[in-house]
C-alpha cells in the first residue's frame, strides 16, 4: 500500500521541530525505519511529517559528569561503532547487534527506538535497565525524565504531540557495574519473543543495586523486581521462581504467555551468568 497524502517540512533545530509540531496531526520523522513501515500500511496518518534529520547536534555522543548522553539522532550503527559506549554504556553495546538488520541500524535512531516505545525492542528496556534519563524539548521548554516513568502503555510515553526527545543520559560504567543481555527470537533481526536487559554492581562476592527489565512481556518494559531481590541474595533459582510474580505476559503471535514465562526464566539463568562476570 501507498501511505495517505502527508505534508513535509524540515525542521532547522528543535525550536524550530517543536513550533512546526504545533499542527495538528503532525509528528516527528527520524530515520524512518518504523513510522514510514506504519504509513504504508496506513496504520497512521499524519497530516504532516517534520523531517528532524538535519537538525545540528543531536548526533552526539559525549561523556559528561559521570554520565553518557547520547544524541537523539544517532543511528544504531554509529552507536555499535562507538568505542564511548562500548566502554561507558556495554549494556547498548551487547543489545544494539539484535535490533533488526545492518540495513535497518544504518538509518533507525536511538531517540527513535526509544520514542516509538515497541514493547518487544531492546533499547527501551535498556533505558529502563540502567535507570537512564530522557531529555525532552517541548512548548515549555526542555525538561528530563526519568526512564523508570517514561513508558505510560503500549507505544505510550511521557513525550506529548509537540515533544522532541533530544537525548538519552546513562550512567557511565565503573569498575563495579556489570551488564548482561539475553533474547529469544525466531530468527536473528526479528523483535524478540522475549528479552532481558540487566545491570548490577559487584560489591566484594555480591551483587548490588540488581535491575532486570524484561521485553516483550507486556505493554512497556517490565522491571522484575522479585527477582532482582532474590539475584541480589545470590539465589539464582529463587530468582527464576520469582518471576511467577513478576511477569504476566499475555499471548500474543509470537508465543502464549506461558512460555514467555518460562523463556524468561531461561534467559534470566544466562544474564546471571553474565553479571557474575567481570568485563574483558
Ligand atoms: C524489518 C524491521 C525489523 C526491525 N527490528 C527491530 C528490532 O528487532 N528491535 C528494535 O528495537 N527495532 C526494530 N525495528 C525498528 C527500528 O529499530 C527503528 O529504527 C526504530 O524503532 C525507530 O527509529 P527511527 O529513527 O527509524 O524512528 P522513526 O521511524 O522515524 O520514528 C518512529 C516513531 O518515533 C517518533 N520519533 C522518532 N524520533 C523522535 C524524536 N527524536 N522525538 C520524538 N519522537 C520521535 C516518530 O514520530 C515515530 O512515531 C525494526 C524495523 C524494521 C523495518
Known amino acids: 500500500m501507498k501511505p495517505a497524502p502527508f505534508d513535509y517540512a524540515r525542521a532547522r533545530s528543535v525550536e524550530h521541530a517543536v513550533e512546526l509540531l504545533g499542527r495538528e496531526g503532525a509528528r516527528v520523522l527520524a530515520g524512518g525505519q518504523s513510522l514510514i513501515a506504519t504509513l504504508n500500511m496506513r496504520l497512521s496518518s499524519?497530516?504532516?511529517?517534520?523531517?528532524?534529520?538535519?537538525?545540528a547536534g543531536l548526533d552526539r555522543i559525549a561523556r559528561r559528569n559521570g554520565h553518557i548522553e547520547i544524541g537523539a539522532l544517532v543511528r544504531h550503527a554509529k552507536a555499535?561503532?562507538?568505542?564511548?559506549?562500548?566502554?561507558?554504556?556495554?549494556?547498548?553495546a551487547r543489545a544494539l547487534p539484535h535490533i533488526g538488520h545492518p540495513a535497518i541500524r544504518n538509518r533507525g535512531t536511538?531517540?527513535?527506538?526509544?520514542?516509538?516505545?515497541?514493547?518487544?525492542?531492546?533499547l527501551p528496556a535498556c533505558l529502563v535497565a540502567l535507570g537512564g534519563e530522557v531529555d525532552i524539548a517541548g512548548p515549555a521548554g526542555q525538561r528530563t525524565v526519568k526512564a523508570d516513568d517514561f513508558f505510560h502503555?503500549?507505544?505510550?510515553?511521557?513525550?506529548?504531540?509537540?515533544?522532541?526527545?533530544?537525548?538519552?543520559?546513562?550512567?557511565?560504567?565503573?569498575r563495579e557495574a556489570r551488564a548482561g543481555f539475553a533474547e529469544l527470537?525466531?530468527?536473528?533481526?526479528?523483535?524478540?519473543?522475549?528479552?532481558?536487559?540487566?545491570?548490577?554492581?559487584?560489591?566484594?562476592?555480591n551483587l548490588t543495586d540488581v535491575r532486570l527489565a524484561y521485553f516483550g512481556v507486556g505493554?512497556?518494559?517490565?522491571?522484575?523486581?522479585?527477582?532482582?531481590?532474590?539475584?541480589?541474595?545470590?539465589?539464582?533459582?529463587?530468582?527464576?521462581?520469582?518471576?511467577a510474580h513478576d511477569l504476566d505476559?499475555?499471548?500474543?503471535?509470537?508465543a502464549e504467555g506461558r512460555v514467555k514465562r518460562h523463556l524468561a526464566g531461561v534467559l534470566l539463568r544466562r544474564v546471571a551468568r553474565q553479571l557474575g562476570e567481570a568485563p574483558p
Open 46 to 55: 499524519p497530516s504532516l511529517l517534520v523531517d528532524i534529520n538535519e537538525v
Open 249 to 254: 505476559p499475555p499471548d500474543d503471535v509470537q
Open 80 to 92: 555499535e561503532r562507538s568505542r564511548e559506549i562500548a566502554q561507558a554504556a556495554p549494556l547498548i
Open 110 to 122: 536511538l531517540g527513535g527506538s526509544i520514542a516509538f516505545a515497541d514493547p518487544a525492542a531492546e
Open 153 to 174: 502503555g503500549l507505544f505510550d510515553t511521557a513525550l506529548g504531540p509537540r515533544d522532541v526527545l533530544t537525548a538519552i543520559r546513562l550512567p557511565a560504567a565503573t
Open 219 to 243: 505493554a512497556t518494559p517490565v522491571r522484575a523486581r522479585n527477582a532482582e531481590a532474590a539475584l541480589a541474595a545470590g539465589d539464582v533459582e529463587a530468582a527464576v521462581a520469582a518471576l
Open 185 to 205: 527470537a525466531r530468527r536473528h533481526g526479528d523483535y524478540a519473543m522475549v528479552g532481558l536487559s540487566a545491570a548490577a554492581r559487584v560489591n566484594g562476592k
